[in-house]
């Protein structure tokens, strides 16, 4: 079975977790890793980045994205990695969703990382915005890269057993 991770990150956390997953589900099948980024980039920095990320975030924005390689065809599964923001899924994977309408015929799968709360919120919200009624796998972490510890990789591993 093939599988496309596609993420987007802005601090790493969440990339952090996409080459975990990946690495963790390597022998289940072949696994890409996709991501995803905005062609204007988000600031990263002070209050701008929570200013313009969640209001990206609450106005649904789809912004431009970088150049990717996806061809769904080639994938049995699609595993969605966001930041929570304002507690909605991240607008580059709402672009990607937009692009990519078929992702709703695939096995899907979804991890967050956030650093405040409503991971389950925007859990629901691209469930609901892709029109599905569950996932085949969810994964909430607290700033994993920023704050490792042993309870998150027996997480992450106990995700990658859905795989």
Same mark, same amino acid.
């Given at each position: 079975m093939k599988t496309a991770i596609v993420y987007y990150s802005m601090s790493g956390n969440t990339k952090?977790?996409?080459?975990? /997953?990946? =690495?963790?589900?390597?022998?289940? $099948?072949e696994v890409d890793?996709?991501?995803?980024?905005?062609?204007?980039?988000?600031? *990263?920095?002070?209050a701008k980045k929570f200013f313009w990320g969640g209001k990206s975030a609450v106005m649904g924005e789809t912004p431009a994205l970088q150049p990717y390689k996806f061809d769904i065809e080639k994938?049995?599964?699609?595993?969605?990695?966001?930041?929570?923001?304002?507690?909605?899924?991240?607008?580059?994977?709402?672009?990607? /969703?937009? =692009?990519?309408?078929d992702v709703k $015929?695939?096995?899907?799968?979804?991890?967050?990382c956030f650093s405040g709360g409503?991971? *389950?919120?925007?859990?629901?919200?691209?469930?609901?915005?892709?029109?599905?009624?569950?996932?085949?796998?969810?994964?909430?972490l607290i700033d994993p890269k920023d704050n490792i510890k042993v309870e998150?990789?027996?997480?992450?591993?106990?995700?990658?057993k859905y795989f």
């Open positions: 952090y977790v996409a080459e975990k /997953i990946a =690495d963790g589900i390597k022998s289940s $099948g890793i996709i991501r995803v980024e905005p062609v204007k980039a988000y600031p *990263d920095k002070g994938y049995d599964r699609i595993i969605f990695g966001t930041p929570v923001w304002a507690s909605t899924f991240v607008p580059p994977l709402r672009t990607f /969703i937009n =692009d990519n309408p $015929g695939k096995k899907l799968a979804v991890f967050t409503g991971a *389950d919120k925007a859990i629901d919200k691209m469930r609901t915005y892709i029109g599905v009624e569950k996932f085949e796998a969810e994964l909430i998150d990789d027996e997480k992450i591993a106990e995700f990658c």
